[in-house]
T-cell receptor
Framework: KNEVEQSPQNLTAQEGEFITINCSYS?????LHWLQQHPGGGIVSLFM???GKKKHGRLIATINIQEKHSSLHITASHPRDSAVYIC????????????FGKGTRLHILP | DAGVTQSPTHLIKTRGQQVTLRCSPK?????VSWYQQALGQGPQFIFQ???????QRGNFPDRFSGHQFPNYSSELNVNALLLGDSALYLC?????????????????FGAGSRLTVL
């Protein structure tokens, strides 16, 4: 079982819909990242959070440390939001590296 | 302010050859990490460099080696290429002092170098 699991793997929605992408992890963490990867490979860091909730524009990220779960929400989705969204965690008190989920491929239809 | 730059963007090699990929970190960042991303998969951590030394390493064979220069730029070298080494290689930079304060990485990624091994 992967230490970071994302769901769904693929998601197609209509423009304007509210989008939720989920991330569950099985290890203790010091931080969780949400990343956006567009076709061609470029990755943009959206959020880094260790507790609570963060909001940036139409994007909202939440994390529940006790439940080892995080969600990324997109309000009023737009075709330009189409990308792969990747959840990544940093293990707590470890010399370890960042562990990435496999990503959620989001396609917003106009 | 330039972000992370990587070169080359694309390259094709044959099995057994060697490849060198280059990364210049974002201004003000002194720590460089390298990741391998196979098609349809999330990135996998290769190693991290700080103060010209390898500080952390993922589960990659010794064929994968790196270097960091005094100006914080970095190279990833892969020897004896295998077909399975075909992937997008991503470089990310971060400020080490922020890692030490917060315990977490604040990452800026480059666009990647896409390697195809034939």
């Amino acid at each position: 079982k992967n230490e970071v699991e994302q769901s769904p793997q693929n998601l197609t929605a209509q423009e304007g819909e509210f989008i939720t992408i989920n991330c569950s992890y099985s290890v203790g963490i010091s931080a969780l990242h949400w990343l956006q990867q567009h076709p061609g490979g470029g990755i943009v860091s959206l959020f880094m959070l260790s507790s609570g909730k963060k909001k940036h524009g139409r994007l909202i990220a939440t994390i529940n440390i006790q439940e080892k779960h995080s969600s990324l929400h997109i309000t009023a989705s737009h075709p330009r939001d189409s990308a792969v969204y990747i959840c990544a965690v940093e293990r707590a008190a470890s010399d370890d590296k960042i562990i990435f989920g496999k990503g959620t491929r989001l396609h917003i239809l106009p | 302010d330039a972000g992370v730059t990587q070169s080359p963007t694309h390259l094709i090699k044959t099995r057994g050859q060697q490849v060198t990929l280059r990364c210049s970190p974002k201004s003000g960042h002194d720590t460089v990490s390298w990741y391998q991303q196979a098609l349809g998969q999330g990135p996998q951590f290769i190693f991290q460099y700080y103060e010209e030394e390898e500080r952390q390493r993922g589960n990659f064979p010794d064929r994968f080696s790196g270097h960091q220069f005094p100006n914080y730029s970095s190279e990833l070298n892969v020897n004896a290429l295998l077909l399975g080494d075909s992937a997008l290689y991503l470089c990310a930079s971060s400020p080490y002092r922020l890692i030490m304060i917060s315990g977490a990485n604040v990452l800026t990624f480059g666009a990647g170098s896409r390697l195809t091994v034939l």
